[in-house]
């Protein structure tokens, strides 16, 4: 069974930063990209940042480029989302997905992935 679990969110100030992380198992971490997508309350989902299979190519929204840089760790089965410069609306909760192929792309937020995490708050406010 595919199980995503995110963690590191919480209340930060703007221009803080923060370091979630998405612990894999149930499936072959290195086969498959990842993304991170966030929900802002009451509205849709919008797709932050891709990352290949295996460490491949990184993608990034234009509105977290340049601020937030997506990692994965092999050894640890788990996909990291480091965010600098935050900004109040940057508040979401931030899940991290599976894709279905192990390449990464820019995508939006209707691209279907095959399992998501539960979700991690970030709340960014003075």
């Known amino acids: 069974e595919v199980q995503l679990v995110e963690s590191g969110g919480g209340l930060v100030q703007p221009g803080g930063s923060l370091t979630l992380s998405c612990a894999a198992s149930?499936?072959?971490?290195?086969?498959?990209?990842m993304s991170w997508v966030r929900q802002v309350a009451g509205k849709g989902l919008e797709w932050v940042s891709a990352?290949?299979?295996?460490?491949?190519?990184?993608f990034y929204a234009e509105s977290v480029k340049g601020r937030f840089t997506v990692s994965r760790d092999s050894a640890k089965n788990t996909l990291y989302l480091q965010m600098n410069n935050l900004k109040p609306e940057d508040t979401a909760v931030y899940y991290c997905?599976?894709?279905?192929?192990?390449?990464?792309?820019?995508?939006?937020?209707?691209?279907?992935?095959?399992?998501w995490g539960q979700g991690t708050q970030v709340t960014v406010s003075s």
């Open positions: 997905a599976k894709d279905v192929f192990r390449a990464a792309s820019y995508y939006d937020a209707t691209y279907e992935y095959d399992s």
């Open positions: 990352i290949g299979g295996g460490g491949g190519a990184t």
């Open positions: 149930g499936f072959t971490f290195d086969d498959y990209a």
